[in-house]
């Protein structure tokens, strides 16, 4: 595959501004959920794991125009690998400067914590603070290794593309009824994360191609299928309805769940756009957000940690509802702060990377 990837349809304004909402929306949520919002008001506040699947969704829904620009696959891929790795490995140098500041010694370095930095797979014994969520950066890249196969299917045998996400769905399905996990690994990447939500990124393909799969009686159909899906499971395997049990690893019961919260937002899109409008502020946060989503996504995690061992002059003493307020907002504002150099510092060094790749990759061609 070293023709460049066509895309058939070019998507709507409103379609664009919607996906730029939902992902800064998705945002937030995944830092409110980590500093406590996943847990405030069990089991029901576990549904806002759900997001996991939206962002693999909005991926999906505009990776196929990010590949249009290259006419290889493997700029495509070096390019995509290069954007998620830079950023990576930022982390880590500022993590290092954590570790060296709270234990005034550069840690013990080996072969194997210096391979699992450089293969996602950092060592908890020399991270000062946790950065679980490096799991989406491992699934995402997996998935990018295969999604130029999506891509060419998409334009010439969708229905495999169809058959693809069924297996997907299969497979969750034997998920939640195994009574063990099935995290295939290889070299620490989870293969069954990267085909599970590679059902949602092809769905979200769709969504950007194929609009006949997006009419709202179908949008008002998948919201059914996911709700009386999950009512099923539920009533008759007496599961228990916490997402936080069955998000990790993803089952059926939660991709049903994600269904019917991505048909829920498409089907509500213009309501949504309209109000978000009307408030220039919430419009102006979420564009912010939206503009350094992936420097929020992996400095909120340090912005807990800081809060928890360094502010703990203004948090409450007992853990309860304020403590929570106060913590929240305190990470998002830390986290929004340090994301405005992180996001240039970052952009900098990917496009004189990908510059400096780029003429020997098409010369290896």
């Known amino acids: 595959m070293t023709q460049n990837f066509k895309c058939s349809q070019i998507i709507s304004l409103e379609d664009s501004i919607l996906l730029k909402y939902y992902r800064s929306l998705s945002i937030f949520v995944i830092v409110f959920g980590h500093t406590g919002g996943f847990w405030f008001y069990e089991p029901y506040s576990s549904f806002l794991l759900t997001v996991n ?23 495509f891929v070096l390019d995509r690998y290069i954007s998620l790795l830079i950023p990576y490995y930022l982390l880590c140098l500022i993590s290092l400067l954590v570790y060296i500041v709270n234990n005034h010694s550069i840690p013990d370095f080996n072969f194997d ?12 014994q020399i991270m000062p603070f946790p ?3 490096i799991w989406w950066l491992q699934t995402l890249l997996l998935i990018t290794l295969w999604a130029p196969l999506f891509f060419w299917l998409n334009n010439t ?15 969750s399905t034997v998920q939640l009824f195994s009574n063990e996990k099935m995290n295939i690994s290889f070299i620490g990447f989870y ?9 949602f990124f092809i769905f979200g393909l769709f969504f950007t191609t194929k609009k006949k799969y997006f009419i709202k009686p179908l949008l008002a159909l998948y919201i059914i299928v996911g709700l009386s899906g999950c009512l099923m499971l539920i ?11 069955h998000c990790f690893p993803p089952n059926l019961y939660y991709a049903l769940g994600s269904l019917s919260l991505i048909g829920s937002m498409l089907l509500t899109k213009k309501c949504f756009i309209q109000i978000i409008n009307r408030y220039k502020f919430i419009s102006i946060v979420l564009l912010f957000f939206y503009k350094h989503t992936f420097s929020i996504f992996l400095l909120h995690t340090f912005s807990i940690y800081f809060c928890e061992n360094y502010l703990w002059f203004i948090l409450p003493e007992e853990k309860n509802m304020l403590y929570a307020l ?27 990377i990908v510059s400096y790749m780029k003429p020997l990759v098409n010369k290896s061609l």
């Not at 045998?157 to 497979?171: M, R």
């Not at 009533?235 to 049990?245: C, K, R």
């Open 53 to 75: 699947a939206v962002f693999f969704f909005i991926s999906g829904s505009v990776s196929i125009f990010s590949s249009t620009k290259w006419k290889t696959y493997k700029m």
């Open 113 to 124: 914590y210096l391979l699992k930095w450089l293969t996602m797979r950092p060592s908890n």
């Open 131 to 133: 950065i679980g969520q």
């Open 157 to 171: 045998k969708e229905k495999y593309n169809w058959l693809i996400i069924v297996f997907c769905l299969f497979l």
């Open 191 to 199: 293969l069954y994360n990267a085909s599970f939500y590679s059902a």
């Open 235 to 245: 009533y008759t395997f007496d599961l228990n309805i916490s997402y936080a049990i």
């Open 326 to 352: 106060i913590k929240f907002i305190s990470v998002l504002i830390i986290t929004c702060l340090l994301s405005i150099p992180f996001t240039a510092i970052s952009k900098q060094l990917i496009t004189r």
